[in-house]
């Protein structure tokens, strides 16, 4: 094996690429910042929450999108623990859930799951953990809030496997009582882990006690209650759970499940060098040709994110891009595969935890940012000259709000048509055409509806356009196959028939009820989720 096929090998072999999902609120940010805090990127927790204060409102948004960067330094945090290589993907998962949540999943290798352990498995959980299920990616859980009073571990487990379908496999297992949890029980080692106060909502890194569970100073310490308590669960989980099967774990049919409190700072450094051990290297990904390998020695790469800056001067726009295979070189010429063009990559960027920096080189697993000369579209693959390859078309997510949009000012349409393409091309929103009104409105979809409002937003800032912005009443699309345009679906009362950008029928319906009417009505048609690849 040659030096720069070692090396490569290497760099593969200890990064570890990943995205937190939660429901709003369940700790997701209060825990990057302490995996941060833990991996030694930050020195004082509270800045990450800081900022994402004020990205609360929609007129908070625009106003930090404005301020070159903000957002952009949030997309992907990477730092250094122990010999690993950590890139954290940031998933804008709050009021501003997006399409841009869904696909930081097709970038990442696996997932950490936070849970509030008072509330479960909520809404937005469920929904980002089908996207990491359909890729088949390893999910790992993280129950949180174990500071304060909660539903009981054993609940817990059993919500996550049937509200999920996944089976669980606890780590570890809280010590203590509800609402006065002290530590973390550790069951591959067979060890007590008990925390100190985090004090100060643990800005710092907090102390630890470890020893055999088996040691008589912990049931002196826990009361001898508690200790048999432990004791006695633990029995139960070694002998009703599963077995723990990292084959299991790492085709997504098995959760690794860990017990803490990202704001005390319990059971986070067991939960990030456990998982860290657990979690895999960079996968290979899927080509229209087959699998590519990360260590294969060709650079490849695909675009999975634009953010578009907001400052109406500039109007440059950075495009992220999850390397996939072979080494990256600062201001190596590569191929754009959808244009043909060769493109030189010369000022590359990269993100350590709030700094943003040009960086000479990179590896499979790593996430950088370029300047997108209104190139790149979201999926766009690059690759090394010569090379002729594409990867899979990016999935299509299936919209849950629509409007019809249209330029208040007649005259205005041809900004109109270049803004909605250019954002559109972005992956702002998605756009369809209703055929018998043509193409003075459109029709847009969108994941959330944050996006509605920046849609208008920036047709306004960065194409001086007003639009018209009507809401329509569907919360649900099916992509139909064996539709004859000719016959109208039948039991589509209140919904309609529509084109997406490839000008795929879509109907629209209000809600899933509506769905199952007319899928009784229409066994010669099929209605798809999301359109076929
Ligand atoms: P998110 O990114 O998933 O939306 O959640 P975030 O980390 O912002 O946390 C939401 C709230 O939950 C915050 O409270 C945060 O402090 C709190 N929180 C996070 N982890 C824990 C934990 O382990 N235990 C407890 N008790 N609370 C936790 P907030 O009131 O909204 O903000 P703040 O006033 O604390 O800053």
Same mark, same amino acid.
């Given at each position: 094996?040659?030096?720069?096929?070692?090396?490569?090998?290497?760099?593969?072999?200890?990064?570890?690429?990943?995205?937190?999902?939660?429901?709003?609120?369940?700790?997701?940010?209060?825990?990057?910042?302490?995996?941060?805090?833990?991996?030694?990127?930050?020195?004082?927790?509270?800045?990450? @929450?800081?900022?994402?204060?004020?990205?609360?409102?929609?007129?908070?948004?625009?106003?930090?999108? @404005?301020?070159?960067?903000?957002?952009?330094?949030?997309?992907?945090?990477?730092?250094?623990?122990?010999?690993?290589?950590?890139?954290?993907?940031?998933?804008?998962?709050?009021?501003?859930?997006?399409?841009?949540?869904?696909?930081?999943?097709?970038?990442?290798?696996?997932?950490?799951?936070?849970?509030?352990?008072? @509330?479960?498995?909520?809404?937005?959980?469920?929904?980002?953990?089908?996207?990491?299920?359909?890729?088949?990616?390893?999910?790992?859980?993280?129950?949180?809030?174990?500071?304060?009073?909660?539903?009981?571990?054993?609940?817990?487990?059993?919500?996550?496997?049937?509200?999920?379908?996944?089976?669980?496999?606890?780590?570890?297992?809280?010590?203590?009582?509800?609402?006065?949890?002290?530590?973390?029980?550790?069951?591959?080692?067979?060890?007590?882990?008990?925390?100190?106060?985090?004090?100060?909502?643990?800005?710092?890194?907090?102390?630890?006690?470890?020893?055999?569970?088996?040691?008589?100073?912990?049931?002196?310490?826990?009361?001898?209650?508690?200790?048999?308590?432990?004791?006695?669960?633990?029995?139960?989980?070694?002998?009703?759970?599963?077995?723990?099967?990292?084959?299991?774990?790492?085709?997504?049919?098995?959760?690794?499940?860990?017990?803490?409190?990202?704001?005390?700072?319990?059971?986070?450094?067991?939960?990030?060098?456990?998982?860290?051990?657990?979690?895999?290297?960079?996968?290979?990904?899927?080509?229209?040709?087959?699998?590519?390998?990360?260590?294969?020695?060709?650079?490849?790469?695909?675009?999975?994110?634009?953010?578009?800056?907001?400052?109406?001067?500039?109007?440059?726009?950075?495009?992220?891009?999850?390397?996939?295979?072979?080494?990256?070189?600062?201001?190596?010429?590569?191929?754009?595969?959808?244009?043909? @063009?060769?493109?030189?990559?010369?000022?590359?960027?990269?993100?350590?935890?709030?700094?943003?920096?040009?960086?000479?080189?990179?590896?499979?697993?790593?996430?950088?940012?370029?300047?997108?000369?209104?190139?790149?579209?979201?999926?766009?693959?690059?690759?090394?000259?010569?090379?002729?390859?594409?990867?899979?078309?990016?999935?299509?997510?299936?919209?849950?709000?629509?409007?019809?949009?249209?330029?208040?000012?007649?005259?205005?349409?041809?900004?109109?048509?270049?803004?909605?393409?250019?954002?559109?091309?972005?992956?702002?929103?998605?756009?369809?055409?209703?055929?018998?009104?043509?193409?003075?409105?459109?029709?847009?979809?969108?994941?959330?509806?944050?996006?509605?409002?920046?849609?208008?937003?920036?047709?306004?800032?960065?194409?001086?356009?007003?639009?018209?912005?009507?809401?329509?009443?569907?919360?649900?699309?099916?992509?139909?196959?064996?539709?004859?345009?000719?016959?109208?679906?039948?039991?589509?009362?209140?919904?309609?028939?529509?084109?997406?950008?490839?000008?795929?029928?879509?109907?629209?319906?209000?809600?899933?009820?509506?769905?199952?009417?007319?899928?009784?009505?229409?066994?010669?048609?099929?209605?798809?989720?999301?359109?076929?690849?």
């Amino acid at each position: 094996m040659s030096t720069t096929a070692a090396e490569l090998q290497t760099e593969v072999q200890r990064r570890r690429t990943f995205a937190i999902i939660s429901h709003p609120d369940a700790g997701k940010t209060t825990l990057t910042e302490k995996l941060l805090l833990y991996g030694g990127a930050i020195r004082l927790a509270g800045t990450v @929450k800081a900022r994402k204060a004020a990205k609360h409102a929609v007129s908070d948004w625009m106003e930090i999108e @404005k301020q070159r960067g903000i957002s952009v330094t949030s997309s992907v945090l990477q730092f250094d623990y122990d010999c690993y290589r950590v890139n954290i993907l940031d998933t804008p998962g709050h009021q501003d859930f997006s399409e841009d949540t869904y696909r930081t999943l097709m970038a990442t290798d696996s997932a950490v799951m936070v849970i509030d352990a008072a @509330k479960g498995v909520e809404d937005q959980t469920k929904k980002l953990f089908y996207v990491c299920r359909q890729r088949g990616i390893p999910i790992f859980t993280f129950v949180n809030k174990l500071d304060r009073h909660g539903k009981s571990p054993f609940a817990l487990m059993e919500e996550i496997e049937n509200v999920l379908a996944i089976r669980a496999y606890p780590m570890n297992w809280p010590v203590g009582v509800d609402g006065n949890y002290k530590g973390v029980y550790n069951r591959r080692l067979a060890q007590i882990e008990l925390f100190e106060s985090g004090g100060a909502h643990g800005q710092w890194v907090m102390p630890s006690t470890i020893g055999s569970a088996e040691d008589p100073a912990f049931a002196e310490l826990l009361g001898t209650d508690i200790h048999n308590q432990l004791i006695e669960d633990i029995e139960l989980l070694d002998m009703a759970g599963d077995p723990f099967d990292i084959e299991k774990v790492r085709q997504g049919e098995l959760t690794p499940m860990f017990f803490g409190s990202a704001l005390t700072n319990f059971g986070v450094r067991p939960f990030l060098e456990e998982f860290l051990q657990l979690a895999p290297p960079p996968l290979a990904r899927r080509s229209v040709d087959g699998m590519v390998a990360p260590d294969d020695e060709g650079f490849t790469a695909f675009v999975f994110k634009i953010q578009a800056n907001m400052n109406p001067t500039h109007r440059d726009r950075i495009a992220f891009i999850r390397i996939c295979s072979g080494k990256f070189v600062r201001g190596m010429s590569v191929k754009h595969v959808p244009s043909g @063009k060769i493109v030189k990559l010369a000022q590359p960027q990269q993100f350590m935890a709030q700094e943003r920096m040009i960086i000479d080189e990179a590896y499979p697993g790593d996430v950088i940012g370029l300047f997108d000369p209104g190139l790149f579209g979201i999926g766009d693959t690059l690759c090394a000259e010569g090379k002729n390859f594409q990867f899979e078309d990016f999935p299509v997510f299936p919209p849950e709000h629509f409007a019809r949009v249209q330029p208040k000012d007649t005259m205005k349409r041809k900004q109109f048509v270049k803004g909605m393409t250019q954002l559109t091309q972005e992956g702002a929103v998605q756009v369809f055409r209703q055929p018998e009104i043509g193409v003075e409105s459109f029709i847009v979809g969108a994941v959330g509806v944050l996006q509605m409002e920046v849609l208008e937003y920036r047709l306004k800032q960065e194409y001086g356009v007003d639009i018209l912005v009507q809401h329509l009443p569907f919360s649900v699309a099916r992509w139909l196959e064996g539709y004859d345009p000719g016959k109208p679906v039948k039991g589509l009362d209140s919904g309609m028939v529509i084109r997406d950008g490839k000008e795929r029928p879509v109907a629209l319906f209000r809600n899933e009820w509506s769905v199952r009417w007319a899928v009784e009505q229409n066994p010669q048609i099929k209605f798809l989720t999301v359109p076929e690849r």
